[in-house]
């Protein structure tokens, strides 16, 4: 598992950007993570069960045996298929994201399949853990290809993953990376379909200074790519608003003790905190600030932190907590309403719980439907040749992308024990400042 931290924060001021920031700095990879043998599953067929079941193609412990799009190994029923990789998070901080992004990817591939499939054919979804060590999890990406044949990858983990899978398959072979990411990545042949940093705090933070009186700030994440650039975001939208950085703190991942970082808020008064810290870690930190009575006065917008997050933290750390995202359950969108009902009849009372990062397996499997559609094919070059200017219209509502991001709806929500409530929608925001590249 990734390093764990012991070491305290500094204390005081800190300049946004310097890289004297925090005393608790992790590394930007994680080190020395033991690699869990997880089965590769399959989700191509439908069954009964609130998470869905899947089939592993190996026990832990076995070699998997090479697969080939069309090759010898492959039974004459599947040769026909297409294998879609779903690299997602089973196992770590973002482990708690895994059963509901299962439960839509198998609902994606089943709606396709009864449409007649993508480019006449067929999908199967194979499931490889994304929640690992970020060089581990990309080697499970890498296995995806060369072991299981997959003819597209969607990618669902932390940045860090993509930052080294990106370059050595992204030319090869359709990427769809769907998670709330930093923004501004162009990696070949990747296509982002998730939030960026500037999507979530662009419209936001204007807001807050204006309804909540939020001029003094205090930035909490985990170290490693996207919580860092998130942070620069950040900075540099405070810096037009003449807003104050009380502090920032960066922790690695998979902390389980922030005593000192909460007495370092108590000490600094920010009127708000931006927390970029995912998964587990966002859970027992927005506890230990809760304990400390600190949501009586400062505001928490957390980057990352939707529904499943939330049930996490549990309804009484919940007060002044809000988050930034294109997606909740709670849309009144009809194309969402539909998409939860179909969701909870499928997978049943006991579903896992919808959020924005679960979802988004929905949406990648959809867009790359939609994407293949317009390019009759899944070769990279044709499907770059179409995707500017593309739109699909969805449980997210009207989505458009430019520069292989999407412009999209936006939507702050506050937490109603463990709920979200929609505050205020913004429209139609583009995905980075500036021009696209």
Known sequence: MPERSSKKPGSGRRRCGDPRRSGRRGPALPRGGS????????????TNGAGGSVRPSAVPGERRDRISPSGPARAPGEQRLIRIGLLLPLS???GLHGPSGRSCAQLAAEEINALGGMLGRRIQVVVADGGMSFAASAREGERLIEEDGVAALIGTHPSGVREILGPRVGRRLPYIYTP??????????VFYLGETAYQQLAPVLPWMKAHLGARRWYLIGNDYRWPRDAHRMACRLLAEQRAEIAGETMVPLETENFDAVVAEIRALQPDALIVTLIGSDAVIFHRAFARAGLDARIWRLGLLTEENTLLGIGAESSRRLLTSAAYFASLPYPEN???VSRYRSRFGPH???????????????????????????????KLCRVADGLEMTGPRGRMRMVGRHFVKDMHLAEADGVEFAIRQ?????????GNPK
Request: with cysteine; proline share 9%; net charge negative.
């Open 337 to 339: 309403e539909e998409f």
């Open 35 to 46: 690699v869990l043998d997880l089965p590769v599953c399959t989700l191509d067929s439908p």
């Open 92 to 94: 770590g901080s973002s």
């Open 425 to 433: 929608s913004f429209p139609q925001v583009n995905p980075n400042k």
């Open 180 to 189: 709330i990411f930093e923004g501004d990545a162009y990696e070949p042949g």
């Open 351 to 381: 579903a896992p719980v919808l959020n924005s990062i679960g979802q988004s397996c929905y949406e990648g499997l959809l867009f790359l439907h939609r994407i293949a559609s317009a390019a009759g094919s899944l070769e990279v070059e």
